[in-house]
């Protein structure tokens, strides 16, 4: 499926009142704080066409609720455990004014929320054709050759804020991550680079996301993360509506992962068919590893060892997963599957782990709540965990569709991806101390460029809650301490994985040491 599957049943209501409509305002989508929405914003969309004869606002944001289930409610009815999601088309029809501006406002939720437009214009011959916002400014490839422009699937994005009234984590998390992030110096480029596929078609593109101060000389090569979209997708999906640029911009500015180059492929490269047929998941196996690793190795400073590369796709990207790791199962170390699960039958996992050996290999793989129960993913997780490599398995709340994908990715980049944490340390190792004084401990954390040192302070083995460890490190002991040694730990912050403690014995006041 793509990244917006939108069914045939759409929900439509009524047009605003022209009498109430309020003033246009710049083309695009507005995102003001609005005490009496719902969820304490209102977005306006506004398009400018004097031509049109009909427009109408459309995207996935129609809401499900986690304790109504297939139940779509309308922006209005936003309360919190209800997300907007895809697989009903929402439509609304836009309001003109004198001067051939469309507009309708709606109060949305906090995130990267998923939209286009549908538009009757019969001086372009347009009679409810799908566009995405013009006056969005998201780069994207030339030209109408894309699979999306073709297939009348084009997505946009427009980024909510989260407002406390809405008291909901996930979306407290969601515009923390899939909003740009406020520092422009620290956004990352994206641009669409044109190749000529595997099997000799030209006038393709592959997106690259290049993070902030990218350095095409830097020593050490940039990890590099390769996404594919689902069917119907092109390799505008993870850059857009799926805020992958976004999620890294933020990350890497908070240092929970070193810079990351992202490329992206459209897979329908098999001749004009807008059909399934289209994308061939061998074939787009193969064009991955056989033609764009190497054109990306050449151009970009990327790195060339399984350890830095990772492979992960939504829906039937998910799914061609499979292809890659059953046929070039030592190219990647890191796995990601969203929505689509790799098919691989027991000699499959034995042919991968005669391969891979005693590297590291992780799995990942996750859906939305609507799609229903991760006792597949869990399925294919212990296939790799029983034969001793990593997996981990979970669900966000959402649909199928790119807003999934974006809550997905973030878990996968943050949680699993290399972490550029190479270790930690504590000095001193060893020390001895009395009951009632403090010593303080420092931590030494190695990482790669970018990725923050930061450390959070434990201390085990005290009896009295009066022993405790300074967030920089400090370790008071309480006089009335009845612990003959304490152990001090250091954890990282991005890696939590990577630890190191010193040991303290302990004595009582006026003995020595």
Not at 48 to 56: F, I
Not at 106 to 112: K, R, V
Not at 199 to 209: A, E, F, R
Not at 343 to 350: F, H, I, R
């Amino acid at each position: 499926m793509a990244l917006a599957a939108g069914a045939s049943a759409t929900v439509s209501a009524p047009a605003a009142v022209a009498g109430k409509h309020r003033p246009a305002v710049a083309p695009g989508a507005t995102v003001k704080p609005d005490h009496k929405s719902p969820t304490g914003y209102t977005v306006t969309f506004v398009y400018r066409n004097p031509d049109a004869t009909q427009v109408r606002l459309a995207g996935d944001l129609t809401l499900l609720d986690l304790n109504t289930g297939a139940t779509r409610y309308q922006p209005e009815e936003w309360q919190p455990g209800r997300y907007h999601a895809g697989g009903t088309e929402f439509l609304r029809d836009m309001t003109r004014d004198a001067k051939g501006n469309w507009s309708v406002s709606l109060p949305l939720h906090a995130g990267g929320i998923s939209y286009w437009y549908r538009v009757w214009d019969p001086t372009r011959g347009w009679d409810n054709k799908r566009i995405w916002d013009p006056a969005s400014t998201k780069p994207r490839p030339p030209g109408d050759a894309s699979f999306r422009v073709r297939n009348n699937d084009v997505l946009d994005a427009v980024y909510v804020p989260y407002a406390k009234k809405q008291n909901d984590p996930v979306l407290k998390q969601r515009a923390e991550y899939e909003l740009p992030i406020a520092d422009r110096a620290k956004r990352g480029t994206v641009r669409y680079i044109p190749y000529t596929t595997i099997l000799g078609d030209s006038g393709h593109y592959l997106g690259v996301y290049l993070p902030a101060g990218y350095d095409a000389k830097r020593r050490q090569p940039y990890k590099v993360a390769y996404l594919a979209h689902g069917i119907f997708g092109d390799e505008t999906d993870f850059m857009v509506p799926a805020n992958v640029p976004n999620i890294l911009d933020n990350m890497t500015a908070k240092g929970e992962i070193e810079p990351t180059v992202v490329v992206t492929m459209g897979n329908h490269f098999t001749g004009t068919s807008l059909g399934f047929a289209s994308y061939n998941q061998t074939n787009a196996a193969n064009n991955l590893v056989q033609t764009i690793l190497p054109l990306i190795e050449k151009k970009y400073n990327v790195s060339t060892e399984r350890e830095g590369r990772a492979y992960a796709g939504f829906s039937y990207g998910g799914m061609t997963g499979a292809h890659v790791i059953r046929g070039y199962p030592t190219t990647f170390a890191f796995y990601g599957h969203f929505s689509g699960n790799p098919a691989l039958s027991a000699q499959d996992y034995d042919n991968v782990a005669a391969a891979v050996g005693d590297d590291d290999l992780f799995v990942f793989l996750g859906n939305g709540v609507f799609e229903g129960n991760l006792n597949a993913q869990n399925a294919v997780a212990d296939n790799f965990r029983a034969r001793g490599y990593s997996a981990a398995t979970t669900q966000v709340p959402g649909a199928h569709d790119g807003m999934t994908a974006s809550q997905l990715f973030t878990i996968f980049a943050r949680d699993h991806l290399w972490s550029g944490v190479d270790s930690v340390s504590v000095t001193p190792a060893t020390t001895h101390l009395k009951k009632g004084g403090n010593r303080k401990f420092a931590a030494r954390v190695t990482t790669n460029p970018g990725v923050s040192p930061a450390v959070t302070w434990s201390v085990r083995g005290a009896t009295s809650a009066r022993t405790t460890v300074s967030a920089d490190g400090r370790l008071s002991v309480a006089a009335v301490e009845r612990a003959r040694s304490l152990t001090v730990v250091a954890t990282s912050v991005v890696d939590p994985t990577k630890t190191a403690s010193a040991q303290v014995i302990l004595t009582r006041p006026g003995r020595g040491h």
